[in-house]
């Protein structure tokens, strides 16, 4: 018999009122959502049980028997995971992912990093490798999804940001290309690892997927307001040890004597300690306000940030306005549902010339910064004998600083629009269509000082201006089927769609010429298209075993039409093992899947060009041009191609298990994969004569990459007053090439590759060679003296034919870690809460380019003087030996990257104001500290060659949080 | 082909062939670069060749460290070192750039002119790649770019026969000497490279060609005439000196910039106390210096013999360290000053263009056949060539020779101080057998400060490891 029951649904945690909560009679269609206050009423059967659910909350039931008044208090889901996780073209129940999936989401973001998207999830994800190309503000990362899959080709993974699909090629005057988002604004980043997953993005994939969604309103929200702000301060950790004014003038006078080159006429009385002169204390501050709620039913977030960060390198800084607007209103009884995005950002770049940080190692300490001649701006100069300046000398690097101007404005604006359309009569089948529209435009110049020491006669050029505009179409086409089938236990779930993409852009300054046949046609507009059909079947059978089907075809217009097209299929299983009787009963497990995955992937991005397959003319600038009888003629060049290039091809195996004890308190994952790279794009020596280059990116060789990876995160304690959680990740991953050259030859030693300086030019250090990892370390092993003294030009003679030749070099190490692992853990006691988080990396190596270039015979070289580093009282060389193992070192590392303590004073301000204002303060450490046995500054340096990196600051950071 | 519709455009694309011989990149300076496997301005085509002429030889040494350059100088380098593979991708790309206009042009008579001069540059750059590697990948304009093939090994004979062949067969539909736009090669360069070829047949071929070095050294010397003064060869405004300049490689401050061809030559050859702004540049680069064995072919270093431009001051003879530009004595032969005093458009990049080949040489080559056996001239027209060279060194008579002084070893001096950074010495030493082994030895050679035996193998580069790897057809003589 029918009764009207009504209560209220409030949130465990705070106590105050959910709205949109689902309320469903258990096993009907008959139910309601809660208002804004959390409040709900229904008329249901006694014998009924309520059903209250909400994303992201525990489910509860409830039986009605007598009650007529049900308040219901809902814990939030204690697992990690949502229990929906966002794939490609759709979502998934967690419990249904057949794929390496791990998603991480807004509450479990690693807290106080200010300007980049990508740190939120360092260390986070096993298997997801994020290191910062530099400390300089909104630097980019380089990303590594599973170690590399190409060699000459991107590494970078796709990325998605709200179902757009982004280009990956950098935008000028912007270095990261993520940070056209403001982290703020991020719900979720989910990785698509194998390529069970991943291969519904085809050509893109092989680096793996990152999925990211922005923030959204919520049917039925109250209006929420939320402000962040952040003050920070980055100094420099440490220094490269060089010598100081005094130990150096005592070098150059004892040398002197026994060295006719080594003139201390040129010394100076100051004592000048240059880093010390081009780092300062980098101070930031950042604000973002949010409005989120729902506006006559329409949900909707909007939001504003702003940040102004200077760098530790003088002159660097950045400022950045975001503002983004999201509306998912649904209509006709949800039968339609709208989503609609715009992001906007506007970032202004100064850069610093990163070149100083390597004078300021170089340049001479007794030198003061001025020299107040009145000339170069009064910066102490290296002039010749005769008075001019010595153009070979180490640039003052305060001037270097101080005396150029590198700025950039970029604007970039991403709209996405959504409609997901139930048909009326038919909703088991939704029609979706995606617009997408990515827009950047770019101004940016530098001007050097005319007076500055290195600007070359009045013909120079001292302002260079540079504009590019990109515009980037997305249109998707997509019907997605899903029917349950009770009569015989199954579930089944069909996409199929379309997607075409255009890349356009616009660069100032750059002529090309291109033809359709084989040659010719201006190109200063690049542009070209991608066009997919894909689709995804997804069959479960009795909740239990599930499996998933996908395929994608893609055509490129990068390609020659007879390469233009490739498929990329996959296929998964998974088997729910917990469903199983013999598993139910056993209390402590609550969910346990075994998968399986197989999938095939491609990767067309060769960055260098867009049209690799077509023979270009291009014409040269007015700098470049030839004689003949009174005029100058410009240039016209053909340049290399490859008629046959195609996409390169990664096929991935991979099994897993995703397991919850104890009520999920306890979850985790393990994975174990083997990714197999074919036609690889790379970059080898043609035969010469055959082509107009001599370096060719073609498809040749092989590549594979075998890892597994172990995650799990646990809640230690749950009481009251106390929450203690913890986690851990360890990836391992090693890859290999194995074949490398269109035709056998055992004594092929491998490609060049790992460009090193300090040491005149075209020097490398790193071979990809058969049988070993991408860029492993070519060199001569180094013989000690009993000391442990290196002995200069001394090396083993590993081939034992009697004399030391290149033929003697041999394979070290690789420069990426074997075994890489991320920890945290966040303690909450009353209101204070504590976290921290970290990563240890064992193995690899790394090449200390810094201090390569500091032996005897540079200190007085052309008439100047060169600072060493202290390095140079343990080696003593006397000439560069950049290819002994000696400056090899292991790059292990324990890093903590981050210690917060925040305290939430709710509570406290409640009595003052009179409402609630959820309030917290919190102070927190960057980048804390590492512990090494590397001697340089810091033995994370993507690629392995340490070579005057901006080095990253220790920034200490203060925010508040108000939600009301 | 939209571009390629005009004349104009055919022009530029015959520009980039001329080009190709000093300019690293398609974009200032040296940016765009044409050749990956080694910085822009190192890839200059004109710096390689001066690098492997000079540099293993008595004329040069470099106080730089980049890289293996040393080994040049050391006469130790292998099939890795980084500068002999770009001197070979270069000349190889400088082929396959002419093998595309060759190919573009066939059957449009129109541009016969630009598909001639562009089959003299490629049979240049074979002759190059006869001269220093003594083998290499054959590839004409028949062979389709772009595609993956493995060209066969040309032999020195294969070499010799097609330059030959090609120079022979063109030679009469070449614009006359001087008759071309300036900057554009004629009859003139022709000729050159078949009398020098001739003149080292022996040493390609095993076979004496010294009659035809006479007959083509004598076309030249009918066709040029001797500048009064010799520096002026050497100056900003040398594009004046077409009388004796046959073939140039152009260089101006704000057209033609790189750091490769002259600016290199010039600026690297300027340090020590040595003022830049004489040489009407912005700054020296302290590297190339000369020998004192150079230095002994002269009478003296105060100009008595006006072709020794030595620059002594704060120098010293001896080179006690290779490092140290103030060890061995500068030569200031190129300078970025015109022939009145005024400076170049451009402190940075030279104006100054490159004598590739000029009438001097022939004079010298003449002799040297003559001397050598060859018929068609005579030994006294030989000896009054070479005092037409001695009295413009000396501004008289006094160092003029007689017959009885002229033997084969003054020749080889003789181009030493006439000829000396002009990229020939390697070659000349190679024909008197004095650039390996041990007959005649000079400060460093052999990495030793006193000189010493050296490996005949170094006679010729060896094709570079990566091509060896890249090509099954290519391999190189033992030793390397």
Not at chain 1, 271 to 282: C, F, G, H, K, M
Not at chain 1, 608 to 629: A, K
């Amino acid at each position: 018999q029918e009764k009207a029951v009504s209560g209220t649904v409030t949130d465990a945690n705070d106590g105050m009122g959910i709205p949109g909560v689902s309320v469903v009679v258990k096993g009907t269609t008959v139910g309601t959502t809660t208002d804004i206050d959390g409040k709900y009423m229904l008329n249901v059967d006694a014998n009924s049980t309520l059903v209250y659910s909400f994303v992201g909350y525990k489910t509860q039931e409830i039986l009605v028997g007598e009650q007529s008044q049900i308040n219901v208090v809902l814990g939030v889901e204690t697992e990690n995971l949502s229990e929906v996780v966002v794939i490609g073209y759709g979502q998934v129940r967690k419990d249904d992912a057949t794929g390496a999936v791990f998603s991480v989401n807004s509450d479990d973001f690693n807290q106080g990093s200010t300007s980049s998207p990508q740190d939120l999830i360092v260390g986070k994800v096993a298997g997801v490798q994020i290191v910062s190309d530099g400390g300089a503000p909104g630097s980019a990362s380089t990303i590594r999804i599973r170690g590399g899959s190409s060699m000459t080709a991107s590494n970078d993974p796709l990325i998605v940001i709200d179902g757009m699909p982004l280009d990956n090629r950098g935008i000028d005057g912007m270095s990261n290309v993520l940070s056209s988002l403001n982290p703020n604004d991020i719900e979720t980043f989910t990785v698509l690892k194998d390529a069970s997953a991943t291969a519904i993005y085809g050509s893109r994939a092989s680096n793996g997927v990152i999925l990211i969604t922005t923030k959204k309103g919520k049917a039925g929200q109250n209006l929420q307001i939320t402000y962040d702000n952040k003050f920070s301060i980055g100094k420099i950790k440490e220094t490269i040890d060089v010598l100081n004014a005094d130990q150096y003038r005592a070098l150059v006078n004892e040398r002197a004597l026994t060295n006719s080159s080594v003139n201390p006429d040129l010394l100076g009385n100051a004592s000048t300690d240059w880093q010390d002169e081009i780092y300062r204390n980098a101070s930031g501050h950042e604000h973002n306000l949010s409005v989120s709620g729902s506006y006559k039913s329409i949900p909707f977030r909007v939001s504003v940030g702003y940040t102004d960060q200077n760098g530790i390198l003088q002159t660097s800084e950045m400022q950045r306005t975001t503002g983004t607007l999201n509306l998912n209103p649904k209509f006709f009884d949800d039968h339609l549902k709208i989503n609609a995005g715009l992001k906007y950002m506007s970032i202004d770049n100064r850069f610093a010339d990163k070149g100083a940080i390597g004078s300021a190692l170089r340049f001479d300490p007794t030198k003061p910064v001025f020299n107040n001649t009145g000339i170069y701006g009064g910066y102490t100069t290296w002039l010749m004998s005769d008075g001019s300046r010595n153009v070979n000398a180490t640039r003052n690097p305060v001037a270097q600083l101080q005396q150029r101007r590198d700025e950039s404005d970029v604007s970039r604006y991403i709209a996405d629009f959504q409609a997901d359309y139930k048909l009326h009569f038919f909703p088991d089948l939704q029609a979706s269509v995606k617009l997408g529209y990515d827009y950047s435009d770019s101004k940016g110049f530098t001007i050097t000082d005319g007076e500055a020491s290195w600007v070359r006669g009045t013909q120079d050029v001292i302002e260079r201006n540079y504009t590019q505009e990109k515009k980037n179409k997305l249109l998707d086409l997509y019907l997605t089927y899903n029917k349950d089938l009770p009569s015989i236990n199954s579930k089944i779930d069909v996409m199929a769609g379309y997607e075409w993409q255009e890349f356009w852009a616009r660069s100032g300054g750059i002529e090309d010429l291109t033809d359709d046949t084989n040659r010719v046609d201006p190109i200063r507009e690049p542009q070209n298209n991608l066009i997919s059909y894909f689709g995804r079947v997804n069959y479960n059978f009795m909740d239990k075993y599930i499996l998933t089907a996908t395929v994608r075809r893609d055509g490129s217009s990068r390609f020659h039409e007879d390469n233009r097209w490739g498929t990329f299929p996959s296929a998964a299983f998974a088997w729910r093992m917990s469903e199983e009787e013999f598993i139910k009963n056993i209390e402590a497990i609550s969910s346990i899947k075994v998968r399986l995955g197989y999938g095939v992937t491609g990767q067309q991005d060769i960055s260098e060009n867009d049209f690799p397959y077509l023979g270009v003319y291009q014409i040269s600038d007015s700098q470049t041009r030839y004689q003949f009888g009174g005029q100058y003629y410009n240039l016209i060049r053909p340049n290399g191609y490859d008629e046959a290039i195609k996409w390169e091809e990664t096929t991935t195996y991979n099994a897993g298990i995703d397991f919850g004890f104890f009520n999920n308190r306890i979850n985790g994952t393990i994975d174990v994969y083997k990714r197999k790279t074919k036609d690889l794009l790379n970059r080898i020596p043609v035969p010469a004569g055959t082509n107009f280059t001599d370096l060719l990116t073609t498809n040749v060789g092989n590549l594979e990459n075998n890892g597994f990876e172990f995650s799990i995160n646990g809640i230690a304690i749950n009481k009251d007053d106390l929450f203690w959680e913890v986690g851990f990740n360890l990836a391992y991953n090693k890859n290999e090439v194995t074949r490398l050259t269109n035709y056998d030859d055992p004594n092929y030693r491998g490609i060049d590759v790992g460009g090193i300086s300090g040491v005149g030019v075209g020097n490398t250090i790193q071979k990809n060679a058969v049988g070993h990892a991408l860029n492993t370390f070519y060199v001569y092993e180094q013989v000690y003296d009993a000391n442990g003294k290196p002995i200069e030009g001394l090396y083993v003679d590993r081939n034992n034919d009697g004399q030391i030749n290149s033929d003697d070099r041999y394979y070290a190490e690789d420069p990426a870690q074997d075994y890489n692992m991320g920890f945290s853990s966040y303690l909450k006691y009353k209101d204070f809460d504590f976290g921290f988080n970290g990563r240890i990396g064992i193995g690899g190596q790394i090449y200390n380019n810094v201090i390569v270039g500091g032996r005897y015979q540079e200190m007085t070289v052309n008439e100047y003087l060169t600072n060493l580093p202290t390095e140079i009282n343990k080696s003593q060389f006397e000439t560069a030996q950049q290819y002994s193992d000696y400056f090899l070192e292991d790059a292990s590392f324990l890093r903590i990257d981050n210690i917060t303590l925040g305290y939430n004073f709710t509570k406290l301000l409640k009595p003052l104001l009179g409402f609630d204002i959820n309030a917290r303060a919190y102070a927190s450490v960057q980048n804390a500290f590492v512990i090494t046995d590397y001697s340089g500054l810091d033995p994370e340096v993507n690629g392995g060659i340490d070579n005057d990196v901006y080095p990253r600051p220790r920034t200490f950071l203060f925010g508040l949080n108000l939600k009301f | 082909d939209k571009v390629l519709t005009d004349a104009e455009s055919y022009k530029q694309l015959l520009a980039k062939c001329y080009a190709g011989l000093i300019l690293g990149g398609q974009n200032g300076v040296d940016d765009n670069q044409d050749i990956g496997s080694i910085n822009g301005s190192f890839s200059s085509y004109l710096r390689l060749l001066w690098n492997h002429q000079e540099l293993p030889t008595d004329e040069a040494i470099c106080a730089w460290n980049d890289g293996n350059l040393r080994d040049l100088h050391d006469q130790d380098w292998d099939n890795n070192n980084e500068f002999v593979t770009a001197m070979y991708y270069r000349i190889n790309l400088e082929i396959a750039y002419c093998n595309n206009l060759i190919q573009l042009t066939e059957g449009k008579s129109e541009f016969d002119a630009f598909r001639n001069e562009a089959r003299v540059l490629r049979a240049l750059s074979y002759y190059h790649m006869l001269d220093m590697f003594g083998r290499g990948p054959f590839v004409t304009e028949k062979d389709r770019i772009g595609s993956f093939f493995f060209p066969e090994m040309a032999t020195q004979q294969q070499l010799f026969d097609y330059v030959e062949t090609e120079l022979t067969t063109i030679e009469n539909d070449l614009m006359d000497p001087g008759t071309n736009e300036y900057g554009r090669a004629d009859k003139g360069l022709a000729w050159a490279i078949l009398a020098k070829m001739y003149l080292n047949a022996e040493v390609y071929i095993n076979t004496p060609k010294y009659t035809e070095a006479i007959t083509y050294s004598n076309k030249i010397i009918d066709s040029y005439s001797l500048e009064a003064d010799y520096e002026n060869l050497f100056l900003a405004d040398n594009h004046l000196r077409t009388n004796e300049i046959i073939f140039p490689i152009t260089s101006d401050g704000n057209n033609t910039q790189t750091w490769g061809g002259m600016t290199f030559i010039i600026h690297s050859t300027v340090g020590g106390d040595m003022p830049a702004s004489e040489s009407g540049i912005d700054g020296g680069w302290g590297g190339n210096r000369t020998t004192s064995a150079f230095v002994n072919l002269f009478p003296d270093v105060t100009g008595t013999d006006a072709r020794g431009l030595f620059f002594t001051e704060g120098q010293n003879l001896e080179i006690g360290d290779i490092f140290n530009f103030r060890d061995g004595y500068a030569l200031r032969k190129f300078r970025n000053i015109t022939s009145t005093g005024a400076v170049g458009s451009n402190l940075s990049f030279p104006d100054t263009d490159f004598p590739l080949y000029r009438l001097a040489d022939f004079y010298l080559v003449y002799a040297e056949a003559v001397l050598r056996g060859g018929t068609g001239g005579t030994t006294s027209a030989a000896v009054d060539y070479i005092n037409e060279l001695r009295e413009r060194a000396y501004g008289d008579t006094s160092g003029n020779i007689t017959e009885g002084d002229l033997n084969l070893d003054f020749i080889l001096d003789e181009r030493g101080r006439e000829l000396y950074w002009e990229c020939h010495r390697r070659t000349d030493l190679i024909r008197f057998e004095k650039l390996t082994g041990g007959t005649y030895n000079w400060p460093w050679k052999g990495a030793v400060a006193g000189g010493t035996s050296t490996d005949a193998k170094y006679n010729v580069f060896p094709i570079p490891s990566s091509d060896i790897n890249a090509n099954p057809n290519l391999s190189n003589i033992s030793g390397y």
